[in-house]
């Protein structure tokens, strides 16, 4: 088998160059970037490119349901119940579950998986760690039952509920104790041999990963989750979407990612192509730093911007279907989220709102990443600001160099983009809402925005089991924020994306590891 891979990635990669060829029937062949993957390590990936792949070539206890994200799902695990004082689950694993290596999925494999990411203590253990869990504490956290049983405990006061979220994460994937302390290096529990390698239950397995060309997942005919419909996923890297659209047009590839509005303007009445537009948990939002200036800390100036935001100006005819107006810290699809949109586009309003408060002459700074969507939508930002009497100043600056000076409060206003890290309503109240006053960096404390009772009710909803009390909890701080607070949160990007019309089965949901190739066929 190993002799085919090589020839394999020849053959569809020379394919790219030919005109009117076809990808292979039992490849899917998809054109994106994929020059953001550093590690296919489940406890250190982070970028786009290894979400997307952790969920076909891992597991997790739990799991969102495809049709329905908020619902979560058995999947390595067949059941779970409290025990003792609330701050344990058991979990009975699944019968018979196998590892693509051909090794049993144990409760041994559990512990090993959850503890090793707060032991190697990589971007993503936050997660985890919110349960109190530290590199001491850890071992004592995980506990085998019995051959098909493990305990799982915390000690941070927070709900099953929650607890449940955090373990659908993707870092919370379960990994083959077996395999991967077999290539341990350094004692790195496995970490560079994963980087490049993946040693999961999944529908697929990595079977080659040539950094900034491409990856090949092989499938994995004994997943638990049963076998994929087709026996390869092809993922090229090809950086400039103009080219990505051309190679799906001519039948190059299957599917084509990360689009831009011209691209999918151009795929619009092409024939054997489907352009699809899906909501993605990303929201782009101006944020005010109110100890810059006495203004910048006025409400009302919080206020009258939220009528100087030109939200469907942006998103229907500047960015033409990037972006959906969404005005709440919870993005749509979320558990809680507000989808009403209360403000709309008004210099008149905005000016009024601004005179009664005696802020006149009102300027600010605009720090914004120089790279498109920021700068397209703070230069449409500056105009509809001007409309309503207030001039604002753009400071356009590489992306780590604007996000080191909100880090650092070194800036007036903002426009930025925040992303969920896990599917729950807590990853966002927890940056939006929340400011501990302990040096956490979240948006709040950004801001230098100081809320005590905002920050008690998002720790309290974390504590709370039943999702009807959550989502009126999250739904009443978002209306406060949205009502008042130095944020102004205007759009949800839609990732853009086409497919060859042939595709049957695609799933893809609004978290970046909601995307699923297994039941895909052509």
Known sequence: MKSIVPSLIA???????????????????????????????????????????????????????????VDLKPTLATSWQAAGDNRSLIFALRDNAKFSSGNPVR????????????????????????????????????????????????????????????????????????????????????????????????????????????????????????????????????????????????????????????????????????????????????????????????????????????????????LKGQFQVHQAFLPEGFLGALNDNPYKYDPEKAKAILQKAGLTNVSFKLSVSNQPPYLDIAQALQASFAKGGIKVELIPGLSTEVSTSVKAHKYEATLNAWGADYFDPNTNAAAFAYNPEDGSKTLAWRSNWHIPELSKQTLAATAVSDNAKRIEMYQSMQREVQKNSPYVVGLQARNLIALRANLKGYVQGINPDMVYYNQVSK
């Open 11 to 69: 053959v569809t990669l020379g394919a790219s160059f030919a005109t009117q060829a076809a990808t292979p029937p039992d490849t899917l062949v998809i054109a994106q970037s994929i020059d953001d993957s550093s590690s296919f390590d489940p406890a250190q990936g982070f970028e786009l490119t290894s979400m997307q792949a952790f969920t076909n070539i891992y597991q997790r206890l739990v799991q969102s349901d495809p049709g329905n994200p």
């Open 107 to 318: 409760p041994e494999d559990v512990i090993f998986s959850l503890s090793r990411v707060v032991k190697l203590n990589l971007d993503p253990s936050f997660i985890l760690t919110q349960m109190g869990w530290t590199k001491d504490n850890v071992d004592a956290q995980l506990k085998k039952i019995d051959d098909q049983h493990v305990q799982v405990s915390w000690t941070a006061d927070i709900s099953p509920t929650f607890v449940l979220s955090l373990l659908s994460a993707p870092v919370a994937s379960i990994v083959d104790e077996k395999t991967v302390m077999a290539n341990q290096q350094k004692n790195d529990l496995g970490n560079q041999w994963l980087g490049a390698h993946s040693a999961g239950s999944g529908p697929y397995q990595i079977r080659k990963f040539i950094p900034h060309e491409v990856v090949l997942l092989a499938a994995n005919p004994t997943s638990p989750a049963g076998a994929p419909k087709l026996k390869n996923i092809l993922i090229k890297n090809v950086p400039e979407p103009a080219a990505r659209r051309l190679l799906l047009e001519q039948g190059d590839a299957d599917i084509a990612r990360n689009l831009g509005a011209d691209q999918m303007a151009a795929l619009k009445d092409k024939a054997g192509v489907k352009p699809m537009a899906i909501p993605m948990a990303s929201l782009y939002y101006i944020q005010f730093n109110i100890d810059a200036s006495p203004a910048l800390k006025n409400p009302a100036l919080w206020e009258a911007s939220r009528y100087l935001f030109d939200y469907h100006g942006i998103a229907d005819d500047l």
